[in-house]
Structures are given as structure tokens and as C-alpha cells.
Nanobody, 115 residues
Framework: QVQLVESGGGLVHPGGSLRLSCTAS????????IGWFRQTPGKEREGVSC???????????YYADSVKGRFTVSRDNAKNTVTLQMNILKPEDTGVYYC?????WGQGTQVTVSS
């Protein structure tokens, strides 16, 4: 099973930016659709974005309404890495962010947006 490792979380002021990365152990990374999710205490894990696999690149990338225009996801297949660029961050973006691929989850990375 593929193993996923997230990185790039941290503390940022409202309006700031962070870049999260999800790196996979599997050399077939390009065949996977990659999802980003986030979870805050007391709430269910919610989908943030979904990037289609390379062989379905004609499909649109999904973004939750709450992040459209602020978050951008991209992949680098040569590095087995997907990046979630998060701009104009808001306090409500706070949470643990997870990436998902091929029925596997990463360990999560904490994002805190606070003044």
C-alpha cells in the first residue's frame, strides 16, 4: 500500500499563505487521484480538493466552495509529490490537513490561522 507523508503545516496570520506537500512512496503516483481533506475538533473530515490522476487530466480539479480562488493544487510526478498552495488564509481554515490516495491516508499536518 502506498505511504503518504504530508509536510508544510504551521502557524500563520490571517491573510497569509502556506504550502502543503504530500509525498508518496509509490512510483505509480501519477496514476492516483489525490485528495486533500481537513478536520477540526468536533467536526467531520471535509474534502478540500481532489486532483485527478494524470491519465484523467481532462477532468476538472475539485475545490470546496470555501477554498475556491484561494487554494491551488498541483502535482510533480517526477517527485511523487502533490502540493496544496493555500493563500489568503482565514481562521476557519485551521485544522489538520490530510492527503489521500489509493485508499491510503497520510498522518496529517496541522494548519493554524490565528492573529
Amino acid at each position: 500500500q502506498v505511504q503518504l507523508v504530508e509536510s508544510g503545516g504551521g502557524l500563520v496570520h490571517p491573510g497569509g499563505s502556506l504550502r502543503l506537500s504530500c509525498t508518496a512512496s509509490d512510483g505509480s503516483f501519477e496514476l492516483y487521484s489525490i485528495g486533500w481533506f481537513r478536520q477540526t475538533p468536533g467536526k467531520e473530515r471535509e474534502g478540500v480538493s481532489c486532483l485527478p490522476s494524470t491519465d484523467h487530466s481532462d477532468l476538472r480539479t475539485y475545490y470546496a466552495d470555501s477554498v475556491k480562488g484561494r487554494f491551488t493544487v498541483s502535482r510533480d510526478n517526477a517527485k511523487n509529490t502533490v502540493t496544496l498552495q493555500m493563500n489568503i488564509l482565514k481562521p476557519e481554515d485551521t485544522g489538520v490537513y490530510y492527503c489521500w490516495a489509493s485508499n491510503a491516508w497520510g498522518q496529517g499536518t496541522q494548519v493554524t490561522v490565528s492573529s
